[in-house]
């Protein structure tokens, strides 16, 4: 074989081998072309065979190919077995000193975190979670706890009615309804969820926000209960110094009924613009449960008794994260909500 011949051999030898799919190709190539039956032994034997004046090139060259096939061999070797390691690497030729993007990382929204913590102190107390649907109906929002058929709250300025007559639901207290029309007493629940009232957005008001309903129906349950628990979730939720007052009040599906303040967490009480310099903030309505409402459901009052309340979820987490604007809350400014992240 002439010396150019040796040379296109060694080129082809070279592209098959970096062509080889597998460690079982690499094989049968060494074995083609290194083996002993294989092309280069032919090569050194062939040599004697030329003329004295082709022997020196061929033989330079023979070699070079020789030397050529077994670096290629190493060579693709190398390269299956790194393939093996990282997949992934291989197919996208990936250049690992490339430094890597940074996609931030993803947190629980403050209105979400306040949810579950509130859910998981009463959880503690017994209490189990229930839910109700956005869309309710007049009966459920208002007939059904005892509210008057020209109760102000019922008024299109105040709530968002639908053609079918169905309306968004104002308070989180339609749950406690269904509740009760689907299980006996003694029910203890909480119910967190939206609610939707026709308001003008300012700092303290915001067309949809979000509460947790409470309810605890038993043989004897009083209004000392209503005040420790609430004192108790009080204390768990914004810290041991919190003190909590009620306030007589009036609500049609509670009597006698209150008004719930925590003291101000943002200033500790003394206050500030969060709590409008009052040193408290309104955050729930509470009460014992109207007899009508039980009439409503079918429990007998002469049996059992129950406290209920309603909390404002964005009232407790302004005054825990020191938050003066509610609408905050819903406009996902990327800079507010990362500084939730944990
Ligand atoms: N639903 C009332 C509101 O939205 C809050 C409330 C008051 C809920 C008294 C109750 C309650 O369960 O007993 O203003």
């Not at 040379?7 to 094989?27: G, K, V, W």
């Not at 004295?52 to 299956?80: C, D």
């Not at 929002?141 to 102000?152: G, I, K, Y």
């Not at 629940?189 to 129906?217: K, W």
Request: glycine fraction near 8%; aromatic fraction near 10%.
């Amino acid at each position: 074989m002439k010396a150019v011949e040796i040379e296109q051999r060694q080129a082809a030898a070279l592209e098959e081998i970096r062509a080889a799919a597998d460690e079982r190709s690499l094989d049968a190539l060494r074995a083609k072309y290194l083996g002993r039956k294989g092309l280069v032994p032919a090569l050194m034997k062939e040599l004697k065979a030329l003329p004295p004046e082709e022997r020196p090139l061929a033989g330079r060259k023979a070699n070079e190919l020789k030397v050529a096939v077994q670096q290629a061999l190493t060579e693709r070797r190398r390269e299956l077995a790194e393939a093996r390691a990282h997949p992934a690497a291989a197919a996208a030729s990936f250049d690992y000193s490339l430094p890597g993007v940074w996609r931030g990382t993803g947190s629980r929204h403050p209105i979400s975190s306040i949810i579950e913590r509130a859910v998981e102190i009463f959880h503690g107390l017994g209490f189990t979670v229930a839910e109700g649907p956005d869309i309710e109906t007049e009966y459920y929002n208002f007939d059904a706890l005892n509210t008057p058929p020209d109760h102000p709250s019922r008024d299109p300025q105040d709530t968002f009615y639908l053609s079918d007559g169905r309306l968004l639901r104002t308070q989180t207290s339609p749950v406690q309804i269904r509740y009760m029309e689907a299980h006996p007493p003694p029910v203890r629940i909480v119910a967190p969820g939206r609610c939707y009232r026709r308001d003008t957005p300012d700092a303290t008001h915001s067309a949809n926000f979000h509460q947790i309903e409470g309810l605890y129906v038993a043989r004897g349950v009083s209004m000392a209960d209503l005040k420790g628990t609430l004192a108790y979730f009080a204390r768990r939720m914004m810290g041991p110094g919190v003190r909590v007052r009620f306030r007589p009040h009036f609500f049609p599906f509670t009597e006698p009924s209150v008004e719930v303040d925590f003291s101000c967490h943002a200033c500790g009480g003394k206050g500030c613009r969060i709590c409008k310099h009052s040193g408290w903030i309104e955050i729930a309505g509470a009460g014992m449960v109207d007899p009508n409402v039980f009439a409503a459901v079918g429990y007998d009052p002469d049996e059992y008794s129950g406290y209920a309340f309603g909390m404002g979820i964005e009232r407790m987490a302004m005054i825990l994260y020191g938050i003066n604007d509610i609408r905050v809350f819903y406009e996902n400014d990327i800079r507010f909500l990362e500084q939730f992240a944990q």
